[in-house]
């Protein structure tokens, strides 16, 4: 597992005043009158948000870039400089500082008004260790990218920090299709005075122009489309119902776009090859996505990013032919929802979704509403729904295979190592279904001990159920009609007639 690297990198934070929400990857605090920024920043795409008040005010975050201090003295500081706009209650990129230019400076409010990144030491005393929290984030960012969040986001770049790139966006930040429509007001104004879009700023000596304001630019996901143009009949079922054709072509699609090495690329050149040997460019580019728009529901409760998250779990769990195709991928998959639904609970008070409710079929995302049948839900109904269906699939393939025969070791080899052996076709498919179940089975052990999901498809359909005065009442669970293939769902016979 590759570990972000301890730096003399700084976030410096100029005039940020206290009793406001701060908060950088995972945690949030309170800022105090000292509070100056942070220091020992950890090489890799980081997350800086703050808001007015720590009540429901829209929060305003900004991406930038930790890089290694290459060419710099050993403990020379560098880093980003950001200043609090009292008139826009927000942090803005400072253009032009002498700091910039006189490391001395940081040098001198490195230890009273810099606080560590996360505050741990070695066991001799020194400051520099890479805390476990910052491994905790490099997992839930491997996949992040500079060309992901110019895609996303657009990006700005200050002179006074060397032409690095930013980027901005708060948390009624939207993607067009998920602006709402309201009677009298055209979508441009819905977005910039209620959503608030993504701000992209002018370059340096276009200052008296206005900032453009964009919407989030995410991955063209159709849930309802599903299927190659011009396909009919069984081609078009079997599409809809097995999602690889659609996950194929989002892949071709940014294919292209994604050439960027993601956060990898702050890291050293092997550790580097060794996670670009087993993932496509292309399947890293949804991977990052997915972990973006996780973050951002996690950190600035942005409900269109909730929207996408969900619409990539729809598409990817909804996939049959592609397991086959790229186990690697779909096992990365399974390990980072392990690990976001992990934070989902552990980071946000009373957990970010309702993942321990009765029912489960209403959307349990406790930033917004909905329900777990439309693009907007999301909660334990409909992820239990996914994780059901994705596994009933996986059996299907098992059943096609001789299970017995794999071993778990065989499993962990990743795509390289089955590319490269002697099974054949059968052995290599064999041990991709292993590789997949092994993490399957990893998350389902998880949330049935973390929120006690029963994912076993063997429950009670109907039964009596006594009341309080004893009377007893015929019940039936209708929840899964669709699945089961009752009620509504349930299939007709149709009568057609004579052709004649």
Not at 21 to 50: E, M, V, W
Not at 80 to 106: A, F, G, M, T, Y
Not at 226 to 238: D, F, K
Not at 244 to 271: C, F, I, M, R, V
């Amino acid at each position: 597992m590759t570990t972000p690297k301890p730096t003399h990198n700084v976030l410096l934070l100029q005039d940020i005043p206290p009793s406001i929400l701060c908060g950088i990857d995972l945690i949030t605090f309170t800022t105090t009158l000292n509070f100056q920024g942070f220091k020992q920043i950890p090489t890799g795409y980081h997350f800086i948000y703050t808001s007015p008040t720590s009540s429901d005010s829209i929060r305003h975050g900004i991406w930038f870039a930790s890089r290694p201090s290459h060419n710099l003295p050993p403990q020379r500081p560098q880093g980003e400089i950001k200043k609090w706009d009292s008139q826009q209650e927000h942090l803005v990129q400072v253009v032009h500082s002498p700091i910039q230019n006189n490391p001395s400076i940081l040098e001198s409010v490195w230890d009273k008004l810099l606080i560590p990144y996360r505050q741990q030491q070695h066991p001799d005393g020194s400051d520099t260790q890479v805390p476990k929290e910052a491994t905790e984030w490099y997992r839930l960012t491997d996949c992040i990218s500079s060309n992901l969040l110019d895609r996303i986001l657009g990006s700005r770049t200050g002179s006074a920090i060397g032409k690095r790139k930013q980027w901005e966006l708060t948390s009624v930040s939207s993607a067009t299709k998920d602006i709402d429509a309201i009677p009298g007001l055209d979508e441009e104004t819905v977005r910039r005075y209620i959503h608030g879009g993504t701000r992209v700023h002018k370059q340096e000596g276009d200052e008296d122009q206005e900032d453009e304001l964009r919407p989030l630019q995410f991955l063209e996901i159709d849930l309802q489309k599903t299927w190659p143009e011009g396909a009919v009949g069984r081609e078009r079922t079997e599409a809809a119902q097995d999602r690889s054709w659609a996950l194929g072509e989002l892949l071709k699609t940014y294919s292209s776009s994604s050439s960027s090495h993601p956060n990898l690329h702050l890291q050293p050149q092997q550790d580097r090859k060794e996670k670009t040997d087993q993932l496509e460019e292309s399947e890293i580019h949804i991977l990052g996505e997915l972990q973006f728009t996780f973050l951002m529901t996690l950190t600035l409760s942005n409900y269109s990013c909730m929207k996408q998250w969900k619409r990539i779990l729809q598409l990817i769990f909804t996939c049959r032919k592609a397991v086959l195709a790229r186990p690697v991928f779909f096992t990365r998959v399974l390990k980072l929802l392990k690990s976001q639904l992990k934070h989902s609970e552990e980071d946000v008070e009373g957990g970010l979704f309702d993942l321990r409710g009765e029912g489960g079929d209403d959307i349990a995302y406790r930033g917004g509403g909905g329900s777990a049948g439309d693009e907007g839900g999301g909660g334990a109904g409909l992820l239990k729904w996914l994780l059901k269906s994705f596994r009933r699939g996986l059996d299907d393939l098992v059943s096609s295979s001789d299970e017995e025969e794999i071993s778990t070791d065989d499993a962990e080899g990743g795509m390289q190592e089955m590319k490269n052996d002697d099974d054949g076709d059968e052995g290599r498919r064999r041990k991709a279904i292993k590789m997949v179940k092994n993490a399957y089975d990893d998350l389902e052990n998880f949330v049935k001990s973390e929120f006690n999901w029963e994912m076993n498809d063997s429950y009670v359909r109907k039964g009596l159920l006594q009341l309080e005065d004893g009377e007893e009442v015929e019940m039936e669970v209708d929840d899964l009609q669709e699945e089961d293939e009752r009620g509504e769902y349930a299939p007709v016979v149709v009568d057609l007639g004579d052709p004649s």
